[in-house]
Antibody, heavy 128, light 106 residues
Framework: EVQLVESGGGLVQPGGSLRLSCSAS????????MDWVRQAPGKGLEWVGR??????????EYAASVKGRFTISRDDSKNSLYLQMNSLNTEDTAVYYC???????????????????WGKGTTVTVSS | IQLTQSPPFLSASVGDRVTITCRAS??????LGWYQQKPGKAPELLIY???TLQSGVPSRFSGSGSGTDFTLTINNLQPEDFATYYC?????????FGQGTRLEIK
């Protein structure tokens, strides 16, 4: 069974930092891109960013709203994905979901390009 | 790429047929997915590549479209279908979602 379990959420002051973790099991983690998606209270889904797999150089992509402040990394030996969040502001308050992304990717094309597994999410609250 | 869903809210009864549309600000071929989210739960993938049903999704769900205009249709609405639905484009970065359509029981 595919499982994604996020941790590390909590209350942080504006300007502060937080590191989220996602532990994956039930599939070959190293074969997949992994994404973070967030959802502010009462709002829709916002894609945060992506970590590509080793074959594609572990490169990353980010939404404009977080670029330069957030960093996604992964440790395939631990089946784990991370989201380092710096310079947090109140607009970053949200539930953060870890998601299983594309696989079978080469030269910009993937066999499957969608988010087919999601964790339950971890809540980040930015407030003074 | 901006995705505009309509309507934002939809009220329907069990047994009804409903259609949700998603319009992209530029052509995205068939690189579109649909997700269902129930209150307090994580979203789930329903449809990918515009019209392919994800494994385990009931056949009353269907998707169509390509280019800029897409639709999600639910036939014979069941009580468990009342949820919020999002479209998502994976054609180019940044990946984007529509603003959502909340389907409520009439």
């Amino acid at each position: 069974e595919v499982q994604l379990v996020e941790s590390g959420g909590g209350l942080v002051q504006p300007g502060g930092s937080l590191r989220l973790s996602c532990s994956a099991s039930g599939f070959t983690f190293s074969d997949h891109y992994m994404d973070w998606v967030r959802q502010a209270p009462g709002k829709g889904l916002e894609w945060v960013g992506r970590s590509r797999d080793k074959v594609n150089g572990y490169t990353t992509e980010y939404a404009a709203s977080v670029k330069g402040r957030f960093t996604i990394s992964r440790d395939d030996s631990k089946n784990s994905l991370y989201l380092q969040m710096n310079s947090l502001n109140t607009e970053d308050t949200a539930v953060y979901y870890c998601t299983r992304g594309p696989f079978g990717c080469s030269r910009g094309r993937c066999s499957f390009s969608y988010l087919d597994a999601w964790g339950k999410g971890t809540t980040v609250t930015v407030s003074s | 790429i901006q995705l505009t869903q309509s309507p934002p809210f939809l009220s329907a009864s069990v047994g009804d047929r409903v259609t949700i549309t998603c319009r992209a600000s530029q052509g995205i071929y068939s690189n579109l997915g649909w997700y269902q989210q129930k209150p307090g739960k994580a979203p789930e993938l329903l449809i990918y590549v515009a019209s392919t049903l994800q494994s385990g999704v009931p056949s009353r769900f269907s998707g169509s479209g390509s280019g800029t205009d897409f639709t999600l249709t639910i036939n014979n609405l069941q009580p468990e279908d009342f949820a919020t639905y999002y479209c998502q484009q994976v054609n180019s970065y940044p990946i984007t979602f529509g603003q959502g359509t909340r389907l409520e029981i009439k």
